[in-house]
């Protein structure tokens, strides 16, 4: 497994050979960049950066598709989704990353994160089966997986979801991003390494990245308030994580992300290393 810093890495159209250094300086080998409508990059632009980064011995470990949620109450929207996402996977291919990122999508009409009582529901898991199903071989023969991130309030809110849809979409060009703090619960999060161990029993080889961040609960009364954190900063079991991390193929990602503070890079890259070493595992 490798360690992949992706908080405060600039847009594509302004990494440098500076960049590049400057994520060696902190400990880091592996990115993650993003694809958005902003910064208009082409192939050759996608390869260029690589060439820039690889030649300071930097890789990209995940490339992020902004922008594009594949299930939208609007049938229209989520096509004009689907086709961007197919138009960027050639650029995660000249990027050098097999890991394209996307949002599940969710039928809240003004955010594809928040809630709506139909996300949980079949309908909107067959839909971004049916997306996942087009896309998938033309990212399978660029040597690339479509990965939908998992969150509580999405489509793909639980660890049966996510198993559920990669077993329909196929066996090639779909994986999946497995973020614990994403979704967990009131009555999973201090029992998190059991949680672990079900998420990668059950889901496997198809996890193709795994995202550091920690979750805590807010010390309120009644309402239970679950919080992101720095990994690190939470109950999150992660010598489990790491654990089980490590037994998936060597390019899989540890990506440290949604850092507020610069100064927490090292913090909690230290953090994981720590934990790595306690879990009798490495990163590469």
Same mark, same amino acid.
């Given at each position: 497994? &490798? ?23 902190? !400990? ?21 950066? &690589? @060439?820039?980064? *690889? ?17 939208? $109450?609007?049938?229209? +929207? ?9 138009? &960027? ?33 079949? @309908? ?12 998938? $071989?033309?990212?399978? /023969? ?26 329909? =979409? !196929?066996?090639?060009?779909? !994986?999946?991003?497995?973020? $614990? ?9 201090? /029992? ?7 998420? #990668? ?11 550091? +961040? /920690? ?18 900063? !939470?109950?999150? /079991?992660?010598? &489990? ?24 890079? *090292?913090?909690?890259?230290? #953090?994981?290393?720590? =934990?790595? @070493?306690?879990?009798?595992?490495? #990163?590469?």
């Amino acid at each position: 497994m &490798r360690l992949c810093l992706d908080s405060f890495v600039p847009p594509l159209d302004r990494i440098t050979k500076g960049t590049a250094c400057w994520v060696r300086e902190l !400990g880091f080998s592996v990115v993650g960049v993003d694809l958005e409508p902003a910064v208009p990059v082409d192939a050759n632009a996608c390869r260029a950066v &690589r @060439e820039v980064l *690889e030649g300071e011995g930097v890789s990209i470990g995940q490339v992020w598709s902004v922008g594009t949620p594949l299930v939208r $109450p609007d049938r229209g +929207k989520s096509a004009a989704h689907l086709q961007a996402l197919r138009e &960027r996977v050639p650029l995660a291919a000249a990027l050098g990353c097999r890991v394209l990122l996307t949002e599940a999508g969710g039928m809240h009409p003004a955010n594809a994160w928040y809630p709506h009582p139909e996300n949980h529901g079949e @309908e909107a898991l067959a839909r971004l089966v049916a997306a996942l199903r087009e896309v998938a $071989p033309f990212a399978a /023969d660029h040597g690339v997986s479509i990965a939908p991130e998992m969150s509580l309030m999405t489509i793909l809110s639980t660890v049966a979801r996510a198993e559920a849809m990669i077993s329909e =979409s !196929g066996p090639l060009g779909v !994986g999946i991003n497995l973020d $614990p703090a994403n979704i967990l619960d009131p009555l999973s999060l201090f /029992d998190s390494g059991a949680f672990v161990d079900d998420a #990668f029993d059950r889901l496997g080889n198809r996890i193709v990245n795994v995202h550091a +961040k /920690d979750a805590a609960a807010r010390d309120v009364p009644l309402i239970v308030h679950l919080e992101e954190r720095p990994a690190g900063q !939470g109950v999150l /079991d992660y010598e &489990r994580l790491l654990r089980r991390t490590a037994s998936l193929p060597e390019w899989t990602c540890v990506v440290i992300e949604h850092l507020a503070d610069y100064g927490q890079v *090292e913090e909690v890259r230290q #953090f994981l290393v720590e =934990s790595a @070493e306690r879990a009798c595992v490495r #990163f590469e």
